[in-house]
Each structure stands twice: as structure tokens, then as C-alpha cells.
């Protein structure tokens, strides 16, 4: 279990919002971060030798990244659930829902997030997130594609040093990017929900498709850096 009461976590997390970067806040926040290391290694480990599965991932999110998150909304830093992390690339939708089956399994607490159904900003995956000793890891599934929308759109975010790119916000000076990433989201969604609909034609100029978007995209975004 924490070894500090959610009401002192939270109090913590209250002065990062606020803007605080005070030394002992921050080694506070570290030392908070690193608790999550024996929860997620116990996880990585169950995953690893009961499904024969290699997720990659981190056993703490970095500062940087708390404090921003943090700042985004009105979220409780005690209730923040990918402190600690690991992530499974599936094949398709398939493979994923399998996947997502076993781990539900395997991890019979956890509670199951479908970002499929409620995509988050255009992001879409299933988040499997059990408790461990108090501590909360979250297994991201993915499919290939889903994985490859997250990363184009991490790459435009950094690329454009636009971070709210990723929560809904746009590129100043480039306003139709957000509405490109969330149409080549659906399309994708479109295209992994109905594999059998479309002609083997049909899903090979559709995958086509998109993987040109998505160069296109980030092509723009190189050729406007200096």
C-alpha cells in the first residue's frame, strides 16, 4: 500500500498544479513516482511468463509529464492511472480483443477502459488497468494501427511544439491538423471494425490510403521546419 495517505498525495499534487516546483516538492513527486516500481514489475512479470507476452514500458511517468498532466484538468494526483505503464501491440481487432480477454483473466480486478468505443481526442485502445498493492499499472492494448495513429500524432505534436495537439487542442498557425489526425482516426476505426465488408481490393487502396495520409502529414510538418 502508499506509504502516505491519498489526502497527503493529493495535497502534493494540488501544489504541482498550482505551479510549485519547490525542491522538496519535486523530490516528494519522485519519490511517489519511484513507489510504483515493485507493482509494475509485478505485473510486467506476470504478463511475461503466463501469456508468453514482451510489453514494453515504464515503471513511473516522467515528472515533466505528471506536472502537465496535472495542470490539463481537476484530475486527484492519487487517481492519476498511468503513473506506471506498459504497452501490447495487437495484430488487429481481433488479436486485441483476445488480448484484452486474457489479460482480463489474468488480472481479474482490473477495470477495463474501451477507448475504442469513447475514442479520447481521437486516440483509441483498450486500457486494462489493475490494482496492485494500492498502486495502479496501466496496460495499454493496441492494434498496429492504433499504435500508428498515437505515435504520427505524437510526432506532429513534438514536431510542431504543440503538445495540446494530443488533447484536443490545434497547431497555431496550422488549424486543420487536429480535424486531419481525428478523420484519419475514424477512417482507421472504419477500417478495423469491418474487415470482412470490404473486397481484398477495396482494404488494400484503403490501407494505402492511409498510410499516405499520415506521410503526407508529417512531410507538411518537415518541410515548414527551418
Same mark, same amino acid.
Given at each position: 500500500m502508499p506509504d502516505r495517505p491519498n489526502a497527503q498525495i493529493d495535497a502534493l499534487g494540488e501544489r504541482l498544479r498550482r505551479g510549485s516546483r519547490e525542491p522538496d516538492c519535486i523530490r516528494e513527486l519522485d519519490r511517489y513516482r519511484r513507489s510504483f516500481v515493485p507493482a509494475y514489475e509485478a505485473v510486467m512479470a506476470r504478463i511475461r511468463s503466463e501469456l508468453g507476452l514482451a510489453p514494453t514500458g515504464r515503471p513511473g511517468k516522467s515528472t515533466a509529464s505528471i506536472v502537465s498532466k496535472l495542470a490539463r484538468g481537476s484530475m486527484r494526483l492519487s487517481q492519476m492511472q498511468d503513473i506506471a505503464g506498459c504497452r501490447i501491440i495487437a495484430v488487429d481487432r481481433t488479436d486485441q480483443d483476445r488480448l484484452v480477454a486474457a489479460l482480463s483473466q489474468l488480472l481479474p480486478d482490473a477495470r =477495463? &477502459? $474501451? &477507448?475504442?468505443?469513447?475514442?479520447? #481526442? +481521437? /486516440?483509441? @485502445?483498450? #486500457? =486494462?488497468?489493475?490494482?496492485? $498493492? +494500492? /498502486?495502479?499499472? *496501466?496496460?495499454?492494448?493496441? %492494434?498496429?494501427?492504433? !499504435?500508428?495513429? @498515437?505515435? &504520427?500524432? *505524437? %510526432?506532429?505534436?513534438? +514536431? !510542431?511544439g504543440a503538445p495540446e495537439l494530443k488533447y484536443g487542442g490545434n497547431v497555431p498557425g496550422h488549424p486543420g491538423t487536429r480535424d486531419r489526425l481525428l478523420l484519419l482516426s475514424d477512417v482507421i476505426a472504419a477500417f478495423e471494425e469491418s474487415p470482412d465488408d470490404l473486397h481484398p481490393m477495396s482494404r488494400l487502396v484503403t490501407a494505402l490510403g492511409i498510410g499516405l495520409a499520415g506521410y503526407t502529414m508529417v512531410s507538411e510538418l518537415k518541410g515548414q521546419q527551418p
Open positions: =477495463v &477502459l $474501451d &477507448l475504442r468505443v469513447r475514442p479520447s #481526442h +481521437g /486516440y483509441r @485502445a483498450v #486500457h =486494462v488497468v489493475p490494482m496492485i $498493492d +494500492g /498502486y495502479r499499472v *496501466e496496460v495499454q492494448v493496441r %492494434t498496429n494501427l492504433q !499504435h500508428w495513429w @498515437a505515435e &504520427l500524432s *505524437e %510526432t506532429l505534436a513534438l +514536431g !510542431h
